[in-house]
Antibody, heavy 129, light 108 residues
Framework: QAQLVQSGSELKKPGASVNISCKTS????????LSWVRQAPGQGLEWMGE????????????TYAQGFAGRFVFSLDTSVSTAYLHISSLEPEDTAVYFC??????????????????WGQGTLVTVSS | DIQTTQSPSSLSASIGDSVTITCRAS??????LNWYQQRPGKAPKVLIY???RLQSGVPSRFSGSGSGTDFTLTISSLQAEDVATYYC??????????FGQGTKVDLK
């Protein structure tokens, strides 16, 4: 599976913006899509949405989970095999570890079975005045 | 959206015990259910995909079963390195994908 390397921790003030990068190994994105997953302190995993990376399936198309449209923007730079999560108007409640996760698909007669087979190491974003 | 509910939220077991975690989906999801292990301070790691398919490199003491709405993850003989939080995740049809709330496993 792909190796995903994320950018380092960030400390931001409320109202600021942050950009988190997720670089894949090799020269191309190897997964079908790349998801972003949030984990607030002491909490579980929350799927934020995904961006298609497969070159045959509308690469760059984002899908946002409920509650993550607007201030959260996913983007791709295929020239450097890197995905980005941009968060604007940061709030203290955005304090969390953000993971990127590569989606692979297993196929059988019943269709595709998506699952996350590669993960970045996580990026801690702390929002505090 | 399809919701997934895990139980229990936490459990304690001894080395060598068999451990079972359950996950229930709010709608039928065929076999589109994955299991992840997250050790403290680390990124999650896939153990099982498609309900019962063991990811390459994962020890055979981990197994998954179920279809439709009810699924289980079993650790046949708990080891010290299995102390972690385990999450189910559904991937049926189209996004949004959803995770269960997690089951924390520690040693008795």
């Amino acid at each position: 599976q792909a190796q995903l390397v994320q950018s380092g921790s960030e400390l931001k003030k409320p109202g600021a913006s942050v950009n988190i990068s997720c670089k894949t190994s090799g020269s191309t994105f190897r997964n079908y899509a790349l998801s972003w997953v949030r984990q607030a302190p002491g909490q579980g995993l929350e799927w934020m949405g995904e961006i298609i990376t497969n070159i045959n399936t509308n690469p760059g198309t984002p899908t946002y989970a409920q509650g993550f449209a607007g201030r959260f923007v996913f983007s791709l730079d295929t020239s450097v095999s890197t995905a980005y999560l941009h968060i604007s108007s940061l709030e203290p409640e955005d304090t969390a570890v953000y993971f990127c996760a590569g989606e692979s698909r297993y196929y059988d007669r019943s269709g595709p079975y998506p699952y996350f087979d590669s993960w970045g190491q996580g990026t801690l974003v702390t929002v505090s005045s | 959206d399809i919701q997934t509910t895990q139980s229990p939220s936490s459990l304690s077991a001894s080395i060598g015990d068999s451990v079972t975690i359950t996950c229930r989906a709010s709608h039928t999801i065929s076999s589109h259910l994955n299991w992840y292990q997250q050790r403290p301070g680390k990124a999650p790691k896939v153990l099982i995909y498609g309900a019962y398919r063991l990811q390459s490199g994962v020890p055979s003491r981990f197994s998954g079963s179920g279809s439709g709405t009810d699924f289980t993850l079993t650790i046949s003989s708990l080891q010290a390195e299995d102390v972690a939080t385990y999450y189910c995740q559904q991937s049926f049809s189209n996004p949004p994908w959803t995770f269960g709330q997690g089951t924390k496993v520690d040693l008795k």
